[in-house]
C-alpha cells in the first residue's frame, strides 16, 4: 500500500509538470475564486465591526417635559431597568442638560444670548436608554407608552441610528451579492477548467494509461494520481491565497481606521485566530468541488 | 485452462464478433487461432483477458467464471495473462528495462522485486544487454520482444499474443515464435492469433480455425489452411 501510494504520488507530480501550463491556470482560476471568497469575507468582518460599533452607540433618548418631578423620573428609570430588553438606563438631570448644552455653544453667542434672555433652565430631565440589540428598541419605546409616564415624556429619539444601520446592511448586502455572484461565475469557470485540465492529463497519458490497464493495474491505482493531482492544486491555490490575503488585510487594517477610529477594524486578529479554520475549510470545499470535477471528467474520457 | 462454452458476441447495432464458439485449451498447451481479417480472432483474444464481455455463453479461466466478470476483478485477470500486440504498445520515453519494471510498478510490487524479476526476464526474452535502450533504438523484432518480457513480469499462466508478427520480418518474426515456443515449453498456455500462414505451419500444433466468427476447423498440429 505504502509503494503504490508512493508511486501514485509520483505520477501526480508528472502529471502536473508535464502538464506544466495548464496546472498553472488551473491553479489561478481557483486562486482566483478563493480571492473573491476571501473579499467577501474581509467586508463581512468589517460590516459585522461597523454595524456592531453603530449599534453600539444606538440609544434611545428618552427627553421629560421641564415640570417633571424627580420621582416621575427615578420610577421612569426603575420601570425601564426592570425591562430584560435594557442594557443600561443613564439619568440626565436637567440641570446636566443645562451645563452639556452651555458646555457645547459656549462659543456661538447668539445661542448663548437666547439662553440668557430664557432667564431660567428650559430643559427637563432626560434618560439615555441602551439595549441588547437594536430589535429591542422597538419594545422599549413601546414600554414608555406606559400610562404613568407617557404624559411626562416630550420626546423619544432614536430613528436616525436605524437609519444609518439600515443603509449600512442595504449597501454591503449590494455589494456581497455582487461578490456572490462573481465567485460562483469564478466556481463555474474553474470546474470547467478543473475538467479540462483532467481531459488533457488523460489525454497526454493515454498510451501509459492503456498500458497500465493490460498489465493489470487497479483502477484505483490508474485514477488516483488524477485526484491527488487536483488536491495538490488546491493545495497550491489555498497556500497562495493565504499569501495574499494575510499581507493585504495588514496593509488595509490602517486604512481602515479612518473609519473604525481609536478601535481597530480588527481583520488581522479575526484571519490570525481563524486562520485555520477559515482556509482549512476553503481547502476542504475547494477539494470537494475540484474532486466533483475531475470525477467527472474521469467518468466521461477515463475508461477503466 | 480456456474453456468457451457457446460464446457469442455481437456489437451494437447487429455487427457478429463471434457466435457460437465452443473450445477448450488445456494448460500448457499452444493454440494458434487462425482466419481471414474480421472473422472474430481479436475479438475471441479480448474476450480472453476481458477486454470485451461475451454477450452469450459462458468463458472460464482456470476456472474462473469470467462471463461477467466486475470491473474491480479485471485487474487481478490480467496479472494472470499476458498480453502482446502488433503494435508493441510500449512506452517511448522509457528504457526497456523501464518499460517491463512499469508493469510490476503500476501492480504496487516493491522495488526489490522488481530488481530481481525484470533482469531475469529481460534474459528470458535475451535484451539483458540492452536494457538501458529505447524503444526507438531497437529493432521491431526486440520491441515486441520487450513487449513479450512485460508480459511475462507477472509469470502469467497464459500468453495472449494478437498478431505478434504483424509488423515484423521473416527473420523477426521466427524468432518471436520460437520464444513463443521457448516461453511455452515452461508451461505457459500460448494463444497465438494471427493470419502468418508460414508462421503457423512452422509451428506444427494446435490449430483453431475461424470463419464469420464460427469455429470451421480445430485441427491438433494443424496447418493454416485458408
Known sequence: MFVSSYRVTQFAFQNFWRNFWLSLITVSMLLLTLVTINILLVLNVITDRAIALVEDRIEVSVYFYDYTEDTTVSAAVAYLRGLSEVRDVATVSATEAYDQFVARHQNDEQIMASLEELGQNPFGPSLIVKAHTPEDFTQIIDALDNPQFRDFIREKDFSDYQNIVERIRSTTDRIRAFGIALAVVFLLIAILIVFNTVRIGIFIHREEIGIMRLVGASNWFIKAPFLLEMILLSLMAVGLTALIVFPTVAVIEPQLSVYFGAESAGLVDYFVQNGLLIFGGQFLALVLVTLFSTGLAMRKYLKV | ?226
Open chain 2, 1 to 226: 485452462m480456456i474453456r468457451f462454452k457457446n460464446v457469442t458476441k455481437l456489437y451494437p447495432p447487429n455487427v457478429v464478433g463471434v457466435q457460437g464458439v465452443s473450445l477448450h485449451v488445456k494448460p500448457g498447451e499452444f493454440v494458434s487461432i487462425v482466419g481471414k481479417s474480421g472473422t472474430g480472432k481479436s475479438t475471441l483474444a479480448k474476450l480472453l483477458f476481458a477486454e470485451e464481455r461475451p454477450t452469450r455463453g459462458v468463458i472460464e479461466i482456470g476456472g474462473w467464471d469470467i462471463t461477467n466478470i466486475n470491473d474491480s476483478d479485471v485487474p487481478l485477470l490480467r496479472r494472470q495473462i499476458g498480453v502482446v500486440f502488433q503494435d508493441f504498445k510500449l512506452l517511448q520515453k522509457k528504457t526497456v528495462y523501464e518499460n517491463v519494471a512499469f508493469a510490476l510498478q503500476v501492480a504496487g510490487e516493491r522495488p526489490h522485486r522488481i530488481r530481481e524479476v525484470v533482469p531475469k526476464v529481460l534474459e528470458i526474452v535475451n535484451l539483458d544487454n540492452k536494457l538501458d535502450r529505447y524503444p526507438r533504438q531497437l529493432s521491431g523484432g526486440e520491441q515486441q520482444r520487450v513487449a513479450i518480457g512485460r508480459a511475462l513480469v507477472h509469470s502469467p499462466k497464459i500468453l495472449i499474443a494478437d498478431e505478434p508478427t504483424g509488423n515484423l520480418d521473416t527473420l523477426n518474426s521466427r524468432e518471436i515464435m520460437d520464444l513463443l515456443s521457448k516461453i511455452n515449453e515452461f508451461g505457459t498456455t500460448i494463444v497465438l492469433v494471427t493470419h502468418d500462414r508460414d508462421m503457423v505451419n512452422r509451428l506444427r500444433r494446435r490449430v483453431i480455425t475461424l470463419e464469420d466468427g464460427k469455429i470451421v476447423s480445430d485441427v491438433e498440429e494443424g496447418r493454416y489452411k485458408l
